[in-house]
C-alpha cells in the first residue's frame, strides 16, 4: 500500500477523493479538511499570520480555493495534494498578513493624524478653561464605560497611557497581533459612541 507522508493517508484514498472532487462531488472536501484542515492551518498558515481570527479565514479561503481550483492539479507520482494545498495557503496567508501590517500602519498613522490635529486645532487650556477640560475627560471617561471591557483596556493603555504594543499585549495576556486586532476593533466602537 502506497501511503503519504504527510498524514499517512493511503494515496490511492486520496487520488480517489480527488477524482469525486473533480467529478463535482463536493462532499469528498470533507474528507481533504479531516486529514489536513488541522495540519494546514498550524504548520503553513498560523507561523505566518499569528493572528488567530484572520488565520482560521485564510483556513476557509484555502478550502475555497481548492474546490475551484482542483481541475488545475495534476497528482504527482508518490506525492500528496498536500503540498499542493499547502501553496495555495501559504501564498493566501503571506497576502493577508502584508494587508493587515497596512491597514494597521495607515490606522495608526490616522489616529496619530487626528490626535495631531485635535491637538493643533484646540488651544491650550488656560486656567479658566478648567471646567471645559474636566468635562471632556468627563465624557471621554463615561464612553469608554460603555465599551466592552477588553477595548476600553486597549484603548486606555496604547492612547492614553501611552504604553508601547508590546507593553500592551503583555498587560492584556495577548500576543502583539491579536493587541492589534482588539486595538482596531476598540478604536471603532469607540468612534460609533463618542461622544457619549
Given at each position: 500500500?502506497?501511503?503519504?507522508?504527510?498524514?499517512?493517508?493511503?494515496?490511492?484514498?486520496?487520488?480517489?477523493v480527488v477524482a469525486r472532487l473533480k467529478r463535482g462531488d463536493r462532499q469528498a472536501a470533507a474528507a481533504?479538511?479531516?486529514?489536513?484542515?488541522?495540519?494546514?492551518?498550524?504548520?503553513?498558515?498560523?507561523?505566518?499570520?499569528?493572528?488567530?481570527?484572520?488565520?482560521?479565514?485564510?483556513?476557509?479561503?484555502?478550502?475555497?480555493?481548492?474546490?475551484?481550483?482542483?481541475?488545475?492539479?495534476?497528482?504527482?507520482?508518490?506525492?500528496?495534494?498536500?503540498?499542493?494545498?499547502?501553496?495555495?495557503?501559504?501564498?493566501?496567508?503571506?497576502?493577508?498578513?502584508?494587508?493587515?501590517?497596512?491597514?494597521?500602519?495607515?490606522?495608526?498613522?490616522?489616529?496619530?493624524?487626528?490626535?495631531?490635529?485635535?491637538?493643533?486645532?484646540?488651544?491650550?487650556?488656560?486656567?479658566?478653561?478648567?471646567?471645559?477640560?474636566?468635562?471632556?475627560?468627563?465624557?471621554?471617561?463615561?464612553?469608554?464605560?460603555?465599551?466592552?471591557?477588553?477595548?476600553?483596556?486597549?484603548?486606555?493603555?496604547?492612547?492614553?497611557?501611552?504604553?508601547?504594543?508590546?507593553?500592551?499585549a503583555q498587560a492584556m495576556g495577548v500576543t502583539v497581533g491579536n493587541f492589534d486586532?482588539?486595538?482596531?476593533?476598540?478604536?471603532?466602537?469607540?468612534?460609533?459612541?463618542?461622544?457619549?
Amino acid at each position: 500500500m502506497n501511503v503519504s507522508g504527510v498524514g499517512a493517508v493511503p494515496l490511492e484514498e486520496e487520488r480517489d477523493v480527488v477524482a469525486r472532487l473533480k467529478r463535482g462531488d463536493r462532499q469528498a472536501a470533507a474528507a481533504l479538511y479531516q486529514w489536513y484542515g488541522e495540519q494546514l492551518y498550524r504548520q503553513a498558515i498560523l507561523p505566518r499570520l499569528p493572528i488567530r481570527e484572520l488565520a482560521e479565514d485564510v483556513l476557509k479561503d484555502t478550502f475555497r480555493q481548492v474546490l475551484e481550483k482542483i481541475e488545475q492539479y495534476t497528482p504527482q507520482e508518490g506525492r500528496s495534494i498536500y503540498y499542493w494545498m499547502r501553496r495555495i495557503a501559504v501564498n493566501r496567508a503571506i497576502d493577508v498578513h502584508r494587508a493587515h501590517q497596512r491597514k494597521r500602519r495607515m490606522e495608526e498613522r490616522l489616529v496619530h493624524r487626528d490626535a495631531v490635529d485635535t491637538t493643533m486645532s484646540q488651544q491650550p487650556p488656560r486656567p479658566d478653561r478648567k471646567p471645559e477640560v474636566d468635562e471632556l475627560k468627563d465624557m471621554v471617561r463615561r464612553a469608554l464605560d460603555k465599551l466592552n471591557p477588553r477595548y476600553a483596556t486597549a484603548l486606555r493603555l496604547r492612547l492614553l497611557e501611552d504604553h508601547d504594543r508590546e507593553d500592551c499585549a503583555q498587560a492584556m495576556g495577548v500576543t502583539v497581533g491579536n493587541f492589534d486586532v482588539i486595538l482596531h476593533r476598540a478604536t471603532k466602537a469607540f468612534r460609533k459612541i463618542y461622544p457619549p
